[in-house]
């Protein structure tokens, strides 16, 4: 769902802390009428409309790029400034108080839950299409994706049963697959390989930086 050059394109601020896939989630903002910007300078950051922070891999290893970019903290402010914020894939996980996958090592702790592995009796990762099953009609988030919508998603680590989720996947249990909570979206899939619903996703997210704009 491309939307024309000529429509407001409010500015999305995609966190560049060397982590793969940063680029697909680059791409995908920018086909849903974003100016998306992958960037590391926190002036660019904090002058953003809204700011995304995708990510594959592992736990301890986001993280600690995290860090060592300085985005930890810049995350944390943009969060706490109110500017609507979007976490994809290890993106979501590092939102959370920790990881099953790195002990000792702290997440950003926008929410206070864990992330635990998937259990023993499903196949390790998660790699495949799965319908969501919404739990809000009502938010954004999920506006337009219709009843029946499907997600791509490789993980082999979740987020715990918490008050903020808005849709999960059934992979042999309930699996947590996106959360919101005030200012912040977030999202186990990816939203960006998931076709129109995905997009649609995306879209959405723009979509409120333009009302609030």
């Known amino acids: 769902m491309p939307v024309a050059a000529s429509e407001n394109r409010p500015v999305v601020a995609i966190l560049d802390y060397g982590i793969g896939n940063l680029h697909s989630a680059h791409k995908g903002f920018a086909a849903v009428g974003a100016d998306a910007q992958l960037t590391d300078d926190p002036k660019i950051i904090a002058e953003a409309d809204g700011v995304v922070l995708p990510g594959v891999g592992a736990f301890g290893p986001c993280m600690q790029a995290l860090r060592d970019h300085g985005l930890d903290s810049v995350a944390r402010e943009r969060i706490d400034a109110g500017v609507p914020f979007f976490g994809i894939c290890i993106g979501m996980q590092v939102l959370f108080a920790g990881s099953q996958e790195a002990p000792g090592e702290n997440g950003l702790g926008i929410f206070p839950?864990?992330?635990?592995?998937?259990p023993d009796t499903v196949k390790r990762p998660q790699m495949q299409w799965n319908r969501l099953v919404?739990?809000?009609?009502?938010?954004?988030?999920?506006?337009g994706l219709g009843d029946d919508p499907w997600m791509y998603f490789v993980h082999s680590y979740?987020?715990?049963p918490n008050p903020y989720v808005v849709a999960s996947c059934d992979y042999g249990t309930d699996v947590v697959a996106a959360v919101a909570r005030d200012n912040v979206?977030?999202?186990?899939f990816h939203p960006e390989k998931s076709g129109l619903a995905g997009l649609r996703v995306l879209a959405n997210f723009v979509d409120t930086l333009r009302t609030r704009g």
Do not use: G
């Open 113 to 118: 839950e864990m992330v635990r592995e998937l």
């Open 134 to 143: 919404t739990e809000s009609d009502t938010h954004p988030m999920l506006e």
């Open 185 to 188: 979206w977030a999202c186990q």
């Open 158 to 160: 979740a987020a715990e």
